[in-house]
């Protein structure tokens, strides 16, 4: 019997494991051919140049040598980015002390569990099977924007190999292929959101040789990553929230956006967000008011209102305290009272006062979204920016037409970040030297513009660029329009704002929004506080407890062993998606410090040689996190105390929470 060729192997193992790949490839006829020393590969032929500088067994040896301190591996130098707040001290000097005490050693970067390992490059393929050989890589991430060099390495990459691994459950294997950087490095920063922050750390970035898509590719990536590793969400914010939540709803009549499925509106909205462009097309916003649905972001409230232009809906994303500063501060000079404010339920009280009237939103992925209502009425797409969540509440009101100005997602001048007007320029609050110097130091990519030429952006931007795509590609079925100068989103076609031409529109403004009322769920906080007396205050006031029970059985159970961090945090992540599915107050609100406190034991853990010294530490994590999630519960506890007096006196300070 005829052993399979190489290529044989690599081929069958790719139809099976990775068809969409496989069907990319067996038509594909190369332009580039392979060069050869006698029977040696040593390079591909680009018509006229070739891949690599020099032969790539040379080249490949010069590579391997240069990992040691490779400025593509994600090394941090401290825990700042496992957000270690006040609540969780206890654990981070409990685990300090530990080391200090027994002159623990720590290497300066993570020596073991790893999640990623990613190869931007495959050229001939021959580096692969190295750098796919660590046992403690997770997933590993391969990325060829030209798909024919793929097809070349058939015949000398053991792909075969790394894809039994793969269909063994030992090692994920993602390939992508033939993607622009933007469009590779997204994807690389969905695979490692799914998988989430802990174990980001440590990836290693393997760019295979030298060229414009790898470079690009090779600094987004690293850029993104640095960004979702940080853990989101605290304990101390997500009390706030709940507690933030429960009075607005218990203070203030209104409506609750829950439904989906609303009659599409023939009257268009115009969402105004603040960005340099602002300025050039505010008079044509005025021009066009009395036609369209004018929707304010956050800080363009202000703006529009000194220009002279009453917006009919004003959107609120955010929960810190400059939002009611900034808000008071406008309501002392302006008339809000015929202006509809859409927020997030978590909201700093008192703001929704100074509107007409509140349409309230549970934004996704709050734990008071959790408690209060569910996954499938939650608001989506409201991240990162206002404007995402503006383009959300439209779409889910039913707007069928919907435009944007100053959604800039840059800037064409690098010195801008906003319009003229803003707070970020003339609040004293916000800063605006710190918001400058922000501005300068995230600004990290060149987009392309909506009208042609560049923008400047950051990684945040860009996120608000892509998720108005998303949201209006997939969940919007009208038309979509950007009049904004600055950064282009797919899916909105661009429009020079005195290009557009609105006819009289068939409904009034008032008709629109008594349509729209009909559709909202109406919200009674007596209703509200019905339903919490009917949770009971014992129940609640019982869960801290239970919740620091269950977590201790769970902690304990883990022992010390191969990749103990992993089995740490999966069989803890496994308890906290239970509780939150049942709706535990408490494991809702202390789930993040939780998440966190493992972060840090394994931010301390993996960087241990010694063995003696690894398996101590390892006990005395956990005995850590037990520790501080005891003290934690007992804050939880008391703050659930007051918490549970709110439906008799929503107005009533919290102690804990001001």
């Not at 032969?55 to 593509?72: F, H, K, L, T």
């Not at 340099?276 to 097309?281: E, I, K, T, V």
């Amino acid at each position: 019997m005829t052993s399979l060729s190489l290529y044989d192997r690599n081929a069958e193992a790719i139809q099976h494991h990775l068809p969409a790949l496989w069907e990319a490839l067996s038509d594909l006829a190369p332009f580039s051919t392979v060069v050869w020393d006698g029977d040696v590969p040593v390079n591909i032929d680009l018509g006229g140049a070739s891949l690599y500088p020099e032969p790539v067994q040379s080249w490949n040896e010069r590579q391997m040598a240069d990992i040691p301190g490779d400025p593509g591996e994600l090394i941090f130098s401290n825990i700042l980015h496992c957000n270690p707040t006040r609540a969780i001290f206890p654990m981070v000097n409990q685990v300090q002390e530990f080391i200090d005490k027994n002159k623990i050693v720590l290497s300066d970067k993570r020596r073991k569990e790893f999640n990623f390992s990613i190869i931007l490059g495959v050229g001939l393929g021959l580096h692969i099977p190295a750098l796919t050989s660590l046992e403690e890589v997770k997933h590993f991430i391969i990325y060829e924007p030209t798909l024919e060099f793929i097809k070349h390495s058939l015949d000398f990459a053991n792909w075969h190999e790394l894809l039994e691994r793969k269909a063994d459950g030992k090692v994920e294997v993602t390939v992508l292929w033939g993607l622009s950087p933007e469009e590779a490095s997204e994807r690389i920063r969905w695979l490692a959101g799914m998988a989430g922050p802990e174990f980001i750390e440590g990836t290693t970035i393997h760019p295979h040789y030298y060229s414009v898509d790898i470079k690009d590719t090779f600094r987004l990536v690293r850029k993104i990553l640095i960004a979702e590793s940080g853990s989101s969400g605290f304990f101390e914010d997500e009390l706030n929230m709940l507690c933030n939540t429960t009075r607005n709803l218990l203070q203030t009549p209104g409506f609750i956006m829950k439904k989906t499925g609303f009659i599409r509106k023939s009257i268009p909205a115009f969402i105004v967000a603040a960005g340099p462009s602002l300025d050039a097309d505010i008079e044509r916003v005025k021009e066009l008011s009395d036609r369209a649905i004018i929707v304010s972001c956050g800080t363009s409230l202000g703006i529009l209102l000194k220009a002279g232009i009453t917006p009919d809906i004003h959107v609120e994303n955010e929960n810190v305290p400059a939002t009611k500063v900034v808000l008071d501060d406008l309501a002392s000079k302006f008339d809000l009272s015929k202006i509809i404010l859409a927020a997030t339920t978590s909201i700093i009280p008192g703001v929704a006062s100074h509107f007409a009237e509140a349409w309230f939103y549970f934004r996704a992925g709050l734990s008071s979204t959790y408690l209060f209502s569910s996954p499938s009425e939650a608001q989506y797409g409201c991240f990162p920016f206002v404007a995402n969540a503006a383009l959300s509440v439209l779409i889910r009101l039913g707007f069928g037409s919907i435009y944007l100005f100053g959604c800039d997602c840059g800037s064409k001048d690098a010195s801008r970040h906003h319009a003229s007007g803003s707070v970020y320029h003339s609040n004293t609050l916000l800063a605006p030297e710190d918001s400058d110097q922000r501005w300068k130091k995230s600004r990290d990519r060149v987009l392309p513009g909506n009208f042609g030429g560049s923008i400047y952006s950051t990684h945040l931007f860009d996120l608000c660029r892509h998720y108005l795509s998303l949201m209006g590609s997939f969940y919007h079925a009208g038309e979509r329009f950007n009049c904004s100068d600055g950064a282009k989103v797919d899916g909105f076609t661009p429009l020079d704002s005195y290009d557009i031409e609105l006819p009289k529109p068939a409904m009034t403004k008032q008709q629109v929004f008594t349509l729209i009322r009909a559709q909202l769920e109406t919200h009674k906080p007596s209703d509200l506080a019905d339903q919490l007396r009917e949770r009971g205050a014992d129940v609640v006031l019982k869960a801290p407890g239970e919740f620091v029970r269950q977590l201790k059985d769970v902690v304990s159970a883990v022992e010390y062993g191969a990749s103990p961090y992993r089995r740490l945090y999966e069989d803890v992540h496994r308890l906290l998606q239970q509780l939150i599915a049942a709706k535990d107050p408490a494991c809702l609100v202390m789930e993040t410090s939780i998440r966190s406190m493992v972060r840090i034991s394994a931010y301390f853990g993996t960087r241990i040689d010694d063995e003696q010294h690894a398996r101590e530490f390892f006990e005395e994590a956990k005995s850590a996190i037990l520790n501080c999630a005891e003290l934690i519960g007992q804050t939880c506890h008391d703050a659930f105390v007051q918490w549970c007096e709110l439906p008799d006196n929503p107005f009533r300070p919290i102690a804990y929470f001001e």
